[in-house]
């Protein structure tokens, strides 16, 4: 006891950086595809995109070629878009946290391949992607 007393500066120290180390993991970080990744995934190996947006988000602006299912909708309408289970599946959505429960759904159905596009929309529009207007 007296060395959890006389040490407590360490305890704490401990516990500060295995906060910190663990804070990456719990907010997503590293967990989905960059802008260049997602392009790259596209164009070798014809990546479904899926934006979860609401509708009146996704008309404000998308990646190009997405295909808009809400994410309230997504288990009963992601098999009738994406037929393929081997295709890889990006979702997306405008900040990048509705996707990575996107992702996660996904993978439960099934799509093994499916992943977030990290930051969401907001990234891919800092990476100077284009984005269509419905």
Known sequence: MNF???????????????VMLLLPAVK???G??????????INREKAVVIDVCEPDEYAAGHVGGAKNIPLAQ??????QV???KAV???MVCAKGARAARAAGIAKGLGYDNAQ???GG??????????VEKA
């Open 82 to 84: 994406a037929k393929n």
């Open 88 to 90: 890889p599946v990006i």
């Open 32 to 41: 989905g595809l960059s802008a260049a990744q997602a392009v790259q995934l």
């Open 116 to 118: 977030p596009l990290a």
């Open 121 to 130: 929309l907001a990234a891919w529009r800092e990476a100077s992607m284009p």
């Open 74 to 79: 997504l288990q009963e309408r992601l098999p």
């Open 4 to 18: 959890i007393l006389d040490n407590w500066y360490l305890i704490v120290l401990a516990l500060a950086s295995g």
């Open 28 to 30: 997503g970080a590293g």
